[in-house]
């Protein structure tokens, strides 16, 4: 009997937006995605740090370490995508989301600003989160694929 490798694709588990800043995000459906801008309805949008992503392996990690259970949006993550190697994920590198291509621009948080926010006392973002900007619109749901993809890729009109 052969044995057949279990493929694993990378997807968004949720999707997050929170219409106050240091506040947990919901989770919600779907979200528009917009080019310049962020998720349209949260907080964070045409910020800096349009889009945070966290992997949803970290927080899994955390809640076994813990013993606590961490709901979508709890660490105030955009996106929750499950899949991803986390070595591969650069600043400078693209991911189709959905419809919306999200560039890297940074992991992180730079540890000499202060990060009040947390949730029951624990924060993944300064160290685990993935920044992005919005390079293609398009929206984003649960459950939604998420592969790499390369900036040369696409239309003319749609990179900056």
Known sequence: MVKKERILRARVVAVCR?????KRKEAVMTGFFQRGMGLVGDAHTGTDKEISLLLNERVEELAEKTGFSFPAGAFAENLLVEGLKWAECTPGKCLKAGEAVLQI????KDPAIP?????????LVPRFGIFA???QSG????????????????PEEKKD
């Open 133 to 135: 900007r919005v390079i």
């Open 18 to 22: 929170g219409v106050e800043k240091g």
């Open 105 to 108: 621009t940074q992991i992180g």
């Open 139 to 154: 929206v984003v749901k649960t459950g939604d694929e998420v592969e790499w993809a390369h900036p040369d890729a696409l």
């Open 115 to 123: 990060h009040s926010y947390n949730y029951c006392g624990f924060s």
